[in-house]
Structures are given as C-alpha cells and as structure tokens.
C-alpha cells in the first residue's frame, strides 16, 4: 500500500463490532475507512462508542450507514460512484453454515444480492469477503443441485470483477482454536497492473509465515480479539456456559462472530497487488 503513495477509501459491510477488516485496516495502515454498515443494537453500540472516543482522531467523520439493504436498493448515504475504491464485507454467515437450515437465497438473513448490488452500483477497485466454509458448497435453495457461491462469482464477473479465493483458519497463527474462514478477493477488469504481481496465494503464504513468527501476534487464546468487546473476559460466567441474561447473551454473540484481525488482514493487505487470471466464467459456474 506505500508504494501507491495514498491511502485507499474503504467502505466495510456487515461490520458487527468493526474487529475484523475494519481492524485489520488499522493495523495495516494504507486505509482510509469512509464508513461502516451494521443494524444488530448491540454491535451498533459498539462501533458508536469507538468512533466517538477510541477512533474519533483517526476516522473522523466516519458514521455507521445502517442497513445494507437500504443502500442497495433504496440508494442513499450520499456516495458516489468511484469514491470507495475498496469494500470489505462479512456477510451473516447462518443461511451457508453446515451448523443451520442452509436456506441461502431462501434465508431472509443472506445480505449477498445487496453487497453485489452495492458492488455494481458504486464500483470500488477491489473487494474482499469474508465468510464460513460452507459457502463454498452451499446449494442456491435446499435440494438444488446449482451452487449459491457460483451464483456470486458468475454476479461478481457480470459486474466487471475477477475473483479469487481460499480458507485458512486462526490454526494458521499457532492458535488452537480451529476458526476457518474462506476469503474472497475481487478485482476490477479495469486495473491494470505496470508490473506481474506474484499470485494472492503465495502473498498470503508470506503474511502467514511472518505473522507466525512474530511472538507477540502468536496466541493460544481463541483467534479474535476479545479486547474489542466489553470486557467479555470480565463476565460472571466465561464463555461457553449458559446464560439467560440478554446482555451476557448478546456480547457472547458478538465475540462468536469476530473475524480474526490477523486473517482479515491477509486479504486487503493483498488487494491492491494481487493477480488474479480469468478470462471467462468456467464452465460449471454457467
């Protein structure tokens, strides 16, 4: 990212409480983030609170936009086309998990035709997603034999986008807590590169190889930041034991659907210098 000289507006999606690729482009520098999108109450809270006293200097101006779905299909929020030039996102991962119903397209919880849709409508240069590994294999509707992860490549190309993915896990920072995720990055067909970049996989590779070595990013503890939610460390009853208290409930859920900082930070760490190849849509995404 130095090398571009400026840092790149990014537009985070589904952010829950904003630890994992709004975090990681913290942690990373380079980016410049514009604004959030989250309507869960507690997690809104949250990013309400960070952004008026822990991040106020460094985002200023930055506001939580609210429901996805509004800014895809009502318009809104005042952006312009050309003026994100990177989104992050973390759709809910419940209509794809192999845990629930995986009713995809038929779960009223899926946010992926309003990311595409917001993709298409305001063209960033890059974007990189975020979800459980079920996805990859998820039917389009329960007994179809049509992938919904088909769907949203096949979307992502009409778009003018090529993609690239893999899974890795917090595993990879010789943390025991096997949390596996599968990324997505995606790429305009209008950039065009003065220099091959090395292929995303093997950029990762290195980031992965580095993190592990660094002491002080190694953890034993489970792969998300806890830090970042309030004090879940602190609560009367750990994590993992039942609870009827709301709020004891609700941050529990927060913690559960942190994305790892460190892997989100492998995929926009990379978006800006990674090649991706695909000329057309294969074969069985038709």
């Known amino acids: 990212m130095a090398a571009m000289g400026r840092k ?8 829950g409480v904003g630890a994992g690729f709004p975090l990681a482009g913290l942690q990373l520098g380079g980016f410049k983030l514009i604004g959030f999108s989250e309507i869960d109450e507690y997690c ?18 930055v506001h939580n936009y609210g429901c996805i779905k509004s800014l895809a299909f009502e318009g809104g929020w005042g952006l312009k086309p050309g003026e994100i030039e990177i989104i992050t996102g973390s759709p809910p991962c419940q209509p794809f998990s192999i845990q629930g119903k ?14 595409l849709r917001i993709v298409e409508n305001y063209k960033p240069k890059y974007l990189c997603i975020e979800n459980v590994r079920g996805l990859l294999n998820c039917p389009s509707n329960p007994g179809s034999d049509k992938s919904y992860f088909g769907y949203v490549l096949k979307e992502l190309y009409r778009c003018g986008y090529d993609a690239e993915w893999l899974c890795v896990s917090s595993g990879h920072f010789a943390s025991p807590f096997d949390r596996g995720r599968l990324l997505l ?15 995303w996989t093997e950029q990762v590779r290195e980031f992965f190889e580095k993190e592990r ?4 990013r190694r953890s034993v503890k489970p792969g998300y930041p806890l830090s970042v939610v309030r004090n879940p460390g602190d609560l ?30 492998s995929t926009p760490n990379s978006s800006s210098s990674h090649n991706i190849r695909c000329d057309k849509p294969s074969a069985w995404l038709r």
């Open 102 to 115: 995986r009713l995809a397209a038929a779960d009223e919880r899926n946010c992926f035709p309003a990311l």
């Open 236 to 265: 009367a009853r750990p994590l993992g034991i039942p609870n009827r208290n709301s709020a004891i409930r609700k941050q529990r859920s927060a913690a559960g659907n942190l994305l790892d900082s460190r892997i989100a930070a």
């Open 44 to 61: 809104s809270d949250l990013l309400a609170a960070a952004l008026r006293y822990r991040l106020s200097s460094l985002y200023p101006g």
């Open 213 to 216: 070595a660094d002491q002080e």
């Open 185 to 199: 990055v995606a790429r305009s067909h209008g950039i065009i590169y003065k220099r091959e970049p090395s292929p």
């Open 8 to 15: 790149l507006r990014q537009l985070d999606l589904c952010s």
